[in-house]
């Protein structure tokens, strides 16, 4: 009766032995590679039995683990205002964090549909309105010759918070290029964000402007002696 039950004994603990694989990790040890554990670590860390297992593992959760809370701070969150709006936020969870970021894709999503609507609608709105001063110049052009009013040019500046010679999007300040359509931006035509982004620098800097004008010049001020003078010119 001894026997057998040492014999049985003999037979579970082979068993346990082999599950184990107590002489492969005593001859070959449980090799663990450092950059799991420390961030760019080099080669592998021998582990010669379970408790340098667990630790070596736990090391590893906590390299690539989740540790909370999480602090993110974003510094001056609107540099159109004075001072420094700073926010700063914190996280209980790896979930939280996924949430934050989920529900700002979709209203960033939101936003930006919205934004191109409008961008479109001012895109036409823009151009009805240049259209429309081109005829106002030239219509206004021809009822002055028409009438034989005399005017004279000169150049007024006029600040605008656009500056559209920017040296980044054409060249040393070279303004409207001789290959370029007049009035017309070429690597607006690349659609590359990259490029877009790299015209604002100049762009949103505010610019004085140079512009011609017309000014009327009389001899006379008195306005009945302008319109006899007009009808007369008018006559011949």
Not at 65 to 83: M, R
Not at 137 to 159: C, M
Request: net charge neutral; aromatic share 8%; with cysteine.
């Amino acid at each position: 009766m001894l026997q057998s039950c040492c014999e049985d004994l003999t037979k579970m603990t082979r068993e346990i032995h082999k599950a184990l694989g107590v002489r492969k990790l005593l001859d070959k040890s449980f090799q663990v590679p450092s950059n799991m554990m420390i961030p760019e670590g080099k080669g592998n860390h021998a582990n010669k039995d379970y408790l340098e297992i667990m630790s070596d593992l736990l090391k590893t959760i906590d390299n690539y683990g989740f540790d909370a809370p999480v602090t993110v701070k974003v510094q001056d969150t609107n540099k159109a205002q004075k001072g420094d709006q700073s926010i700063e936020l914190k996280f209980n969870s790896l979930g939280a964090i996924l949430k934050a970021q989920t529900e700002l894709l979709i209203e960033l999503k939101g936003d930006s549909a919205n934004r191109l609507n409008i961008q479109i609608r001012l895109a036409y709105i823009m151009t009805r309105m240049y259209r429309t001063l081109a005829k106002l110049y030239y219509r206004t052009s021809a009822i002055l010759d028409g009438l034989g009013i005399p005017i004279i040019s000169k150049v007024v500046t006029l600040p605008i918070e656009f500056n559209v010679f920017g040296k980044k999007h054409w060249g040393a300040g070279k303004g409207f290029g001789k290959d370029s359509k007049k009035g017309h931006e070429p690597k607006l035509d690349l659609n590359d964000e990259d490029t877009t982004e790299a015209m604002l620098p100049d762009l949103l800097e505010i610019h004085d402007y140079e512009i011609e004008v017309d000014e009327f010049r009389f001899k006379s001020t008195d306005l009945y002696e302008i319109i006899l003078n007009m009808a007369a010119k008018m006559r011949t």
